[in-house]
């Protein structure tokens, strides 16, 4: 509650929330199939209509309703980035404590084996995972969960090396306090505000990269809609459809942008010291 | 003729609305030429925020002048508006007439440049000069600080240098361009107190030579005393009362100076220690706790495989022991190994031998599983922010595997009572407290598991100096009321006289003197304590002449297998001895 | 020194572990060389025909023994035959890498010389109407999907202008260095525009944090004007996360920017990859991904080299 | 067009143009480098150089012009010379006899001679080589070469397809001396119009022509072939001018060409075919009637119209123009969807089914169109299609273990209707695991069409087997796309053939 009043305080965090939250609202409704014409219908006699009153954003090849098919693919887009942000995050939550707490050897090997994953470039490391499994939602989870897994571990295990080193830790092992109870209480409460922020930032390049692997026909399977796949099909209908183009580009643009504003806001609200460096 | 720098009713304030949030508020002094004016007051008192009004610097931490006025006298004997100034006007005005330092040499100095680039900086700015005739003036300013090998150490960052060097760096650089003004701010309250005695020297001599004014501020009254021509003591953003040295310390008129110089700690070279508790030989009375030589060693891993070619011998065969009820202060300067010693007895760092035993408490149901509990330094950081101070207390029970119920609420709300803060704290967060009631908090939350001995590292040292009397007074009676043993760390040794009933010295991971505190005090015998005890200011030591050292301490890096020669004692008294000398 | 020797060590390790990781998981994908090749077609070769191509392209052995020869092969400085090209996969690398290379210099130089003074500027009129916007476009940029802008751009061009970027086969910058930066500079600002945003954002809040430190201070007190403050004494200072960033950023697009090569039709890394992945390529697909994490890791190691010479606080090996 | 965006440009600038138009990224003035050079760009590179072992579209182009086989087929697909001037088959059907062109010769200077046809033929036949076409020519039992000029095969039955398959570049004839030292694929040595001098795959190919070539002199200097991997980009660089000439696929690019006042597009309908092919050894596929239904319920020119925006020609499974039954006379070629449910409801499917159709990515580029088309066609009559569209390896796995429901595919066509189809529909067929149906009467048609030598004849007997196989559905055929050639109105000269063959570009001019 209390930060939720805070974001809305802040002027990036109320233009980012009201994004994200339009989105989630166009999602659900997508999900719920509340959307202005059957996303998957196709009205033939309206192939590649250009927008007008009946269809706000125009209709695609088959014609079928664009803005339909942009708030299921929203909500598909977003499922995407949830689930696999979520894995990505309680992996790397339970990697990164594992490796600043065990310490030496747990933390070299499972750091090394961050390395492996870091070294592919995240698009490389995806695209590989789904030609292995075959593309589909719950690759694409899986492929986007682990690219971001060694990032998460990053930013879990920095902090709680320091936050091992903190007096607090120092007194708790004075009492004799055992380590599960340090590395919930003390730990994982304390990373509670850093994950938060990067859990929204995450979750934009999520997005990215699943409208990426979309693109590249990797993702989301036809004739269900995604952001990314809308947009390669709508590649070379550029010229007699534009609004293929633009209505899909925009939507990711700017939920991107949401979480981003969204991102900062909660950076400045929940970790202090970067209070100044709202960008 | 008018004085060098002369203040009339400053008001300073912050934020988008500066006149309602005034920090300081009319405050108005003169100084003249060659004179030295101490500001003294405590953390939000606005001695720094009016420091940094007179060369303006304030305007750039997001202060903003509301009013009064401030008029320097300049060489030629115009006046100079200071608040009217234009900024490229004040550029040329600060360095030149006006030099500062600051309380942090270690981030004062701008790590990714030689400190030889920084003190030319002054001499390009000012000077005008350039090339080889600047480093040659940089040297010679190194040099006036008493620098030694001053060539070789222009090339240094400040990374490679001590915090007291860097301190005198900080000096050269302010006084390049013999500045008619220098303002100091609290330039050594982070150093050590034997190093603080040479910075103060240095300025004394300084002075002296160049026959500048100085403006001197600092939190301890008795600093100054050996400097300071006039003082001022600024509490709440005002001026409470200002005048000649003597007449200040001698017959102080406000109250809140009084305070200062009564109720705060000063050294008094052992008249001031405590008469209760004293320890009585022969007893036969179990210890509370007997470190048998103790020794911490940290291997130094270098090479390709990371073999360990030395050890840091932090702690190199300490043994004391601590009686029910008694405070032993261990003193020492940085990187002595006082507090690794703290940490050890507490399991903190694991030690490499020597062996502890704590004594059973007086009654058997009352036993505690963990007999010895600590107070860390800092109360901010030792107190985790995302809990409750009920959860905070809870801890320690738990931990021993107790379980929170009514009878635990009633102890914690007994115990906050008695460390003097209200029951409704156990539903709020450490954020909601000070400074000062955090610390009780840590006192409260280490005496939850009835302790038998409670390791007070520095646990005083980060609070403000009246704060600082009220929470030692409170550690005076909780010790009576449970009869506890302190081990109580600290650098400072004017609180170490008004607690501790024993004292050991520690340097360079031994102790070179232990006995009784009103002995070691006034009385001390190893050359290191003699040097230490010199070295803390008093109110007594007015415009004394320090003398200059500028030796190093020894480096703690062992190679392997080196084990220190047995030490051999000198007995001064039934409880005073030092270590022999070589 | 040893701290580099370290460093160099681990990077084996990692390398095998990609290694592996490659090997293993692109022969647990359906299809191999041979339908690679042949396609539908394959289903006309007898088994001893398939046989004899399993031999043929090296793939008629459990993925082990391929590991260990192929790793013997490496010892010797031999990254196999790509079957595609017909060449030995480091010259096919190679010939691919100029492309690359050039394509994220030009990203990275696009960033710094947009980002830099962009964000130092913002820090500088720290909450004024100029730094807002500064603000607003690093954000929207940050959020702009490579893609998206490529098309946009290209989009924009067309129906906007009529014209569209050059394409055509690739001139090296060495044969035609004027068509060459006519055919990379669309991608390149594609690619930086992004970083850009992200270099703005990171100087602004690194400078404004420096701002505020003690030294800064310290210079003002010296009379130091607000140019010498933020230039010599701030600036410097606010590089460290600028470096860690653009050499994270650089790094990734040393491996091939898969999607903008295949948008503006050029021969890159990404491309190269993408291709040997779909056409069963297993020795380039392996060289590639090892070439790659190589490099990603040698300018990891760069980085780290260059804050020693940005701070001399830093010593290296205390991570 | 570009000098009007330069013109806008300048106004209030100094800059020079071409720098600035650089800048931009833009070729402001096309680079002429050779006027007699024709460049040529495709969006597929070879993907090798062995004639008789690649199968790729653009391998086979590239080929062509750089080998030749022994007969040629011309745009009506009638047979014409190229290596051999004349052929005879013998009374009984089972010798075939070549002429050699006595001015054929190898890039190499060599004479092309019955030896080379031999080896070639030899090579093609020896298992180890896995060529592509060796099954087209089992029939082979000998090959004899009574002189340098002559080449007499015996075949170990009538086999009259095999005249055809010989047409194709597959059956390339190439330097006995390259084969035997393996160094075929390696270096091009062929006898036909152009040279090539280099390769980087995937980027491009430099031909030269090839001054010495039987079929006279080329009408351009050479060929620079680029690949660029996106047609909008090859469309741009035709706008621009930077090439000549190109290949195209995707319709929705060549739609865009004829806008275009100075490009020229050349389409023909080619002769492989986009199919649905279902899995009659999965149920319920197993009934003829649900086969029957699922064709019945789809609408063929409306998967036309909208995977290739109309693009292309509705088909029966023959598609050489010569043999092909007018569609409107095969079975459910109009849809009907009330016929389709009476269909699935007599065989208890009256509700409908779940199937998985598979297709994969890119390859056609309309199969994911299709794919979408078919299944809201189908969902009318009940049938829920998930699709699966796959990347081309993975699904080119399971269409060989026939591993699918269903599954879209763009299948090659030859020239000859045996050759085509005797893989799929004939009990020996080497993918009747993956057609999975057979009955007596298409493998006894199937065997008469080899055998029949007679035109008319086979005419009669293929048209029997496309109106059979349409009734037992299973596959549901759909159209033929065209094929896309653009090029500059300035290029003269190409005549576009259903094989797609580029091979006119030996005669192809470029006026100034």
Redesign the interface.
């Known amino acids: 509650m209390r930060i939720l009043r805070a974001i809305f305080a802040h002027t990036s965090g109320r233009i980012g929330g009201a994004i994200v939250a339009l989105y989630l609202l166009l999602a659900i409704l997508g999900m719920l199939g509340l959307t202005p014409h059957n996303p998957l219908m196709q009205y033939r006699v309206d192939r590649l209509h250009a927008p007008d009153s009946a269809y706000w954003m125009g209709t695609d090849l088959f014609g079928r309703d664009v803005a339909s098919r942009l708030m299921t693919g929203i909500g598909q887009s977003f499922t995407v980035a949830f689930f696999s942000v979520a894995f990505a995050t309680l992996a790397g939550t339970v990697l990164g404590l594992a490796a600043a707490w065990f310490g030496r050897r747990w933390d070299g090997l499972l750091m090394r084996v961050m390395d492996v994953l870091l070294a592919f470039p995240a698009i490389l490391l995806a695209l590989l995972i789904v030609t292995v499994a075959g593309p589909g939602t719950w690759t694409s989870i899986v492929a986007i969960a682990i690219v971001y897994t060694p990032i998460f571990t990053r930013v879990v295990r920095g902090p709680a090396l320091s936050l091992k080193a903190r007096e607090f830790v120092d007194a708790a092992r004075t009492f004799g306090s055992s380590s599960s109870y340090i590395l919930t209480r003390h730990l994982l409460l304390n990373l509670v505000a850093p994950l938060t922020v990067q859990v929204t930032l995450a979750l934009a390049w999520a997005l990215l990269t699943e409208a990426g692997l979309s693109f590249l026909g990797l993702g989301t399977q036809p004739p269900a809609a995604s952001l990314g796949l809308m947009l390669s099909d709508s590649r070379n209908l550029m010229e007699t459809a534009p609004w293929l183009m633009i209505f899909p580009g925009l939507a990711i643009m700017v939920s991107i942008l949401g979480f981003n504003l969204l991102g900062d806001a909660l950076r400045d609200i929940l970790d202090p010291k970067m209070r100044r460096s709202i960008a | 003729m008018m004085p060098l720098l002369s203040i009339t009713d400053l008001r300073v304030g912050f934020g988008r609305n500066p006149e309602a949030n005034e920090v300081v508020r009319g405050v108005g002094f003169d100084l003249a030429e060659g004179e030295t004016l101490a500001i003294v007051g405590e953390s939000g008192s606005g001695k720094s925020v009016t420091a940094l009004s007179i060369?303006r610097?304030v305007d750039?931490?997001g202060g903003r002048i509301t009013g009064g006025s401030i008029k320097l006298r300049r060489a030629d004997n115009s006046v100079f508006d200071l608040l009217t100034a234009t900024?490229?006007q004040?550029?040329?005005?600060?360095?030149?007439e006006?030099?500062?330092i600051?309380q942090?040499p270690m981030?004062?100095?701008?790590?990714?440049?030689t400190i030889g680039t920084q003190i030319e900086?002054?001499f390009r700015?000012?000077r005008g000069l350039t090339g080889r005739q600047a480093t040659a003036a940089a040297k010679d300013a190194l040099d006036r600080v008493r620098i030694p090998d001053a060539a070789r150490r222009l090339e240094y960052?400040?990374?490679?240098l001590s915090g007291g060097m860097l301190q005198r760096v900080?000096i050269a650089?302010?006084l390049a361009c013999n500045p008619r003004l220098l303002i100091a701010d609290e330039p050594t309250t982070a150093l050590d107190v034997t190093v603080q005695a040479q910075i103060m020297a240095l300025l004394a001599e300084l002075k002296r030579e160049t026959g500048m004014s100085m403006i001197f501020i600092t939190h301890d009254i008795g600093l100054v005393a050996g400097i300071a021509d006039k003082i001022m003591v600024m509490q709440g953003g005002e001026a409470v009362e200002q005048g000649e040295l003597n007449q200040i310390l001698d017959h102080p008129q406000h109250p809140y100076t009084q305070h200062l110089l009564h109720a705060v700690p000063h050294f008094a070279s052992g008249r001031a220690t405590r008469s209760d508790g004293r320890r009585e030989q022969d007893k036969g009375t179990e210890p509370a706790l007997k470190v048998d030589g103790l020794v911490v060693r940290f291997p130094v891993k270098?090479?390709?495989f990371?073999r360990a070619s030395g050890a840091v011998h932090a702690v190199d065969g300490v043994d004391f022991d601590l009686m029910p009820g008694e405070t032993l202060a261990i003193v020492g300067e940085s990187g002595s190994g006082k507090s690794t010693t703290a940490?050890a007895i507490?399991?903190?760092v694991r030690s490499t031998r020597g062996t502890f035993s704590a004594g059973a408490r007086k009654a058997a149901a009352e036993q505690s599983?963990?007999p010895?509990?600590?107070v860390?330094?800092?109360p901010y950081?030792?107190?985790?922010?995302?809990?409750s101070i009920a959860?905070i207390l809870a801890?320690?029970v738990?931990?021993?595997g107790g379980r929170v119920n009514a009878q635990t609420r009633t102890k914690m709300a007994a115990l906050l009572k008695r460390v003097g803060l209200p029951e409704s704290s156990l539903e709020r967060y450490p954020h909601e407290f000070s400074g000062g009631q955090r610390q009780r908090l840590?006192i409260a939350?280490a005496l939850m598991?009835n302790p038998s001995v409670v390791v007070l590292d520095e646990a005083v040292s980060a609070l403000d100096v009246s704060v600082q009397a009220r929470v030692l007074e409170l550690l005076v009676e909780l010790q009576r009321e449970f009869g506890l043993a302190y081990l109580f760390i600290s650098h400072d040794m004017a609180v170490v006289e008004r607690i501790a009933h024993r004292i050991a010295v520690i340097y360079a991971g031994q102790i070179v003197e232990i006995g009784d505190a009103t002995s070691v005090l006034s009385e001390p015998k190893h050359s290191y304590t003699k040097k230490l005890i010199a070295a803390v200011p008093t109110i007594d030591r007015r415009r004394e002449h320090f003398e200059l050292d500028t030796r190093q301490v020894p480096s703690l890096v062992r190679p392997l297998g080196f084990e220190p020669e047995p030490a051999r004692w000198d007995e001064f008294g039934p409880d005073h001895r030092a270590r022999v000398e070589a | 020194m040893n701290y580099l020797m370290r460093r160099l060590a681990t990077f084996p390790l990692v390398l095998i572990g990609v290694s592996v990781l490659v090997f293993v998981a692109i022969r647990m994908v359906p299809g191999d060389s041979i339908t690679a090749m042949l396609g539908t077609e394959a289903g006309l070769l007898t088994p001893a025909q398939r046989d004899a191509l399993a031999a043929y392209f090296g793939i008629d052995q459990p993925w082990f023994i391929q590991y260990w020869r192929w790793v013997l092969g490496l010892l010797h400085g031999n990254l196999g035959i790509s079957v595609t090209y017909g060449k030995p996969v480091l010259d096919v690398i190679l010939e691919r890498f100029p492309l690359t290379l050039e394509l994220a210099l030009l990203a990275m130089i696009i960033a710094l010389a947009v980002g830099m003074p962009a964000g130092v500027f913002a820090a500088t009129h720290n909450e004024k109407l100029s730094d807002l916007g500064v603000r607003v476009v690093a954000m929207i940029g940050q959020s702009t999907p490579n893609f998206v802008l490529a098309l946009l751009i290209i989009y924009t061009l067309s129906a906007g202008f009529g014209v569209l970027p050059t394409m055509g086969a690739f001139s090296p910058l060495w044969q035609d260095p004027l068509r060459n930066l006519s055919q990379l500079l669309l991608p390149a600002v594609t690619l930086g525009f992004a970083f850009a945003a992200s270099v703005t954002r990171i100087s602004r809040s690194a400078m404004l944090d420096v701002l505020s430190d003690d030294y800064v201070r310290t210079a003002r007190s010296k009379g130091a004007s607000n140019r010498t403050v933020i230039w010599r004494h701030a600036l410097p200072n606010a590089l460290i996360p600028v470096v860690t960033l653009s050499g994270i950023e650089f790094g990734y697009l040393l491996g091939g920017a898969v999607i903008v090569e295949q948008i503006y039709a050029l021969p890159g890394l990404g491309r190269m990859i993408l291709d040997a992945i779909l056409q069963r390529d297993y020795a380039l697909v392996q060289g590639s991904v090892l070439f790659i994490a190589f490099n990603f890791m040698i300018v990891n190691l760069l980085v780290d080299l260059a804050y020693v010479a940005l701070d001399p606080r830093i010593r290296l090996g205390e991570r | 067009m570009v000098q009007h965006l330069t013109k806008k440009l300048l106004s209030g600038m100094t800059l020079p143009g071409i720098a600035l138009a650089a800048m931009l990224g833009i070729a402001a003035v096309p680079a002429q480098a050779n006027a007699a050079t024709l460049r040529m760009a495709w969006s597929q590179d070879a993907t090798g150089l062995d004639p008789h072992k690649q199968t790729a579209f653009s391998s086979l182009r590239l080929l062509e012009l750089i080998y030749e086989p022994l007969v040629r087929l011309d745009a009506n697909l009638q047979i014409t010379p190229a290596i051999a001037d004349s052929w005879q088959f013998s009374a009984d059907g089972k010798e075939l006899t070549f002429k050699l062109n006595p001015k054929a010769k190898f890039q190499n200077g060599a004479a092309v001679t019955s030896a080379d046809v031999k080896a070639s033929f030899e090579r093609i036949l020896d298992e180890k080589t896995s060529a592509a076409a060796r099954a087209n020519f089992l029939s082979i039992a000998s090959i004899d070469t009574p002189d340098s000029a002559t080449v007499v095969f015996h075949l170990s039955q009538p086999d009259v397809p095999i005249l055809t398959a010989m047409s194709d570049i597959n059956a390339a004839i190439v330097p006995a001396s390259e084969i035997a030292a393996g160094s075929i694929g390696t270096t091009t040595i062929g006898s036909g119009p152009f040279k090539l001098e280099k390769w980087d795959p995937n980027s491009k190919e430099v031909l030269v022509a090839n001054k010495d070539w039987a079929g006279g002199a080329t009408g351009v200097d050479g060929i620079d072939i680029s690949v660029l991997p996106d047609e909008t980009a090859i469309l741009a660089a035709l706008r621009t001018k930077q090439v000549d000439f190109a290949l195209l696929n995707d319709p929705l690019v060549a739609t865009l060409v004829p806008k275009e006042a100075s490009l020229q597009l050349n389409r023909v309908p080619v002769l492989a075919y986009h199919v649905l092919q279902l899995n009659p050894s999965r149920k319920p596929m197993t009934e003829l009637k649900v086969r029957q239904a699922i064709s019945c319920a789809i609408d063929r020119q409306e998967v036309l119209d909208t995977a290739s925006l109309g693009e292309g020609k509705v088909t029966g499974p023959l598609t050489i123009p010569a043999l092909a039954t007018d569609p409107n006379q095969l079975f459910c070629y109009t849809r009907d969807v009330e016929k389709a449910k009476k269909l699935m409801a007599e065989t208890g499917y009256a509700d409908g089914f779940s199937a998985s159709v598979i297709g994969a990515t890119g390859e056609p580029p309309t199969a994911a169109a299709e794919a979408q088309v078919i299944q809201s066609q189908l969902a009318e009559i009940g049938v829920k299609l998930d699709i699966k569209m796959m990347e081309l390896n993975v699904y080119v796995d399971a269409w060989l273990k026939g591993d699918f429901d269903m599954a879209i595919a763009l299948n090659g066509g030859r020239a000859d209707p045996y050759t085509m189809y005797n893989r799929y529909w004939t009990k020996a067929g080497n993918l009747q695991k993956v057609a999975n149906y057979i009955d007596d009467t298409l493998d006894g048609l199937m065997q008469k069409g080899r055998t029949e030598t007679d035109p008319a004849a086979r005419k009669v007997i293929f048209g029997d087997f496309e109106k059979h196989i349409t009734e037992m559905s299973p596959w549901i055929w759909l159209y033929t796309s065209y094929s896309y050639t653009a090029q500059q109105k300035n290029v003269g000269g190409f005549v576009p053939v259903p094989t797609g063959s580029l091979f006119s570009l030996a005669k192809v001019t470029l006026q100034q």
Request: with cysteine.
């Open positions: 060369n610097l750039y931490g900024e490229p004040l550029t040329k005005i600060r360095g030149a006006i030099g500062m600051f942090e981030t004062s100095l701008n790590p990714v440049l900086e002054s700015l000012h960052t400040p990374n490679q900080m650089m302010a270098s090479g390709f990371g940490r507490l399991g903190l599983a963990l010895v509990q600590m860390f330094q800092n950081a030792s107190l985790n922010p995302r809990l959860s801890e320690p738990i931990a021993t840590c939350r598991l």
